[in-house]
C-alpha cells in the first residue's frame, strides 16, 4: 500500500514537473512571438517613413543649429528640415519626465528637444556620435 501511494506522488510529482515545462515552453514561445512582432512593427515603421516625406530634425546646441540647419538644407535635399526649438524649461521639464534620474543634464535637454520635434511632425531625428557617460545616446535613437 505505502509502495502505491509512494508511486502515485511520484507520477504526480512527474506529471507537475512536466506540465511546469510545457508552461515554460509556451511564455517562451509567446516572449518569442512577442519579440517578432516588435521586429516586424519597428520595420513596418521604417517603411513607413521611406514612403513619407522626411521632416529631419535635431536638438537645439545653442547657435550651432544655424550651421546644422543650413548644411543639411542643402547636402539632404530631399529632406524638409524643422528648425528645433529653443531650449526652454518645458524641455527640461519633458527631458526630466522621460528620462532616468541619474543621467546628465544635456541628456535631458536633448531629449526634451526630440520630444518637441516629434511634436511639432518631425519624423526623422539626427544624433551626433558623442558619448554620454551612462551611453544612453544611443539608446536613445531607437
Known amino acids: 500500500m505505502a509502495k502505491q501511494e509512494k508511486n502515485i506522488k511520484q507520477k504526480k510529482d512527474m506529471e507537475q514537473e512536466k506540465n511546469m515545462e510545457q508552461e515554460k515552453n509556451m511564455e517562451q514561445k509567446k516572449d518569442m512571438e512577442k519579440e517578432k ?23 537645439h546646441m545653442g547657435n550651432y543649429h544655424v ?14 528640415v524643422l528648425t528645433p526649438p529653443p531650449t526652454t524649461k518645458k524641455t527640461l521639464e519633458l527631458g526630466t519626465k522621460y528620462s532616468p534620474e541619474f543621467v546628465c543634464v544635456p541628456f535631458k535637454y536633448n531629449l526634451g528637444n526630440y520630444l518637441e520635434a516629434l511634436e511639432q511632425g518631425a519624423n526623422v531625428l539626427v544624433q551626433s556620435g558623442g558619448g554620454c557617460r551612462f551611453g544612453y545616446y544611443g539608446e536613445i535613437q531607437e
Open 67 to 80: 550651421a546644422i540647419e543650413f548644411l543639411i538644407r542643402h547636402v539632404l535635399e530631399n529632406y524638409q
Open 37 to 59: 512582432l516588435m521586429k516586424q512593427e519597428k520595420a513596418m515603421k521604417r517603411k513607413k517613413v521611406s514612403k513619407e516625406k522626411k521632416i529631419m530634425s535635431f536638438p
